[in-house]
């Protein structure tokens, strides 16, 4: 009896261990003691978890940690393969902490990417224009006028639209175009306005999110 009290001890301190470094598998340890309680026919379902309880929800967290695991192994090639899609004019860093310190910046690089697209189009609408066109004068080009007719009317719009898609299949949006220098500066100002707009969402008026009380206390099997 006291082998199997101090076996059923170091069943729940393992238990409760793993629980605390990986807390997203008390769901899938919660539903396996369901189901076993559900094949015992117990009558009471918020009873505190027994020894067996914690027993098959360990053996479902190692379950779960050899799924994860799996995926981990997979995490560094991928992050390599978005460094070189996101930033194709530079090597790729050598190490995962690197690797991880670059992608910090990505969502940054995708509004960059963006502007980089739009600037491709725009560039490939005026190759077009400007190939059947010798003599266009470019400097007309600075905004968009008021009321111009392929804006008011629905039919000139839409032939407008269609034109323009077809001319975006030439568009070279593969390849990284950087703004001129005086776009640069305005694009950061943008990103600054954002990145303040967030800071401010996530102020003193945003809940913290609340610890499991799972990881505070001896879990309890609930139903999910």
């Not at 918020?46 to 379950?63: G, I, K, N, T």
């Not at 804006?151 to 299949?169: G, H, M, N, S, W």
């Amino acid at each position: 009896m006291t082998e199997q009290k101090d076996y059923d001890r170091l069943v729940v301190q393992t238990d409760t261990l793993l629980l605390r470094i990986f807390p997203d598998s008390q769901e899938y340890a919660v539903r396996k003691v369901e189901e076993r309680r559900t094949e015992l026919s117990f009558g009471d379902r918020e009873l505190p978890w027994d020894a067996y309880d914690h027993l098959v929800a360990l053996s479902s967290r190692v379950q779960h940690m050899r799924v994860v695991d799996r995926h981990l192994v997979d995490l560094p090639d991928h992050a390599k393969e978005i460094c070189k899609v996101m930033w194709p004019e530079e090597a790729v860093p050598e190490s995962v902490t690197l690797i991880s310190d670059r992608l910090k910046d990505t969502c940054r690089r995708i509004r960059e990417w963006r502007c980089s697209a739009a600037r491709a189009g725009a560039d490939a609408a005026l190759r077009v224009a400007c190939s059947w066109y010798e003599d266009l004068d470019l400097d007309v080009f600075r905004a968009v006028p008021d009321e111009a007719p392929t804006d008011t009317d629905p039919v000139l719009t839409a032939k407008r639209q269609d034109r323009a898609y077809r001319i975006a299949e030439f568009a070279p949006f593969r390849t990284f175009i950087p703004p001129p220098p005086e776009v640069k500066e305005a694009l950061s100002d943008d990103e600054e306005e954002i990145e303040e707009e967030g800071e401010e969402g996530s102020g003193e008026g945003a809940a913290p999110p609340e610890a499991p009380e799972a990881l505070n206390s001896t879990p309890v099997c609930r139903g999910l």
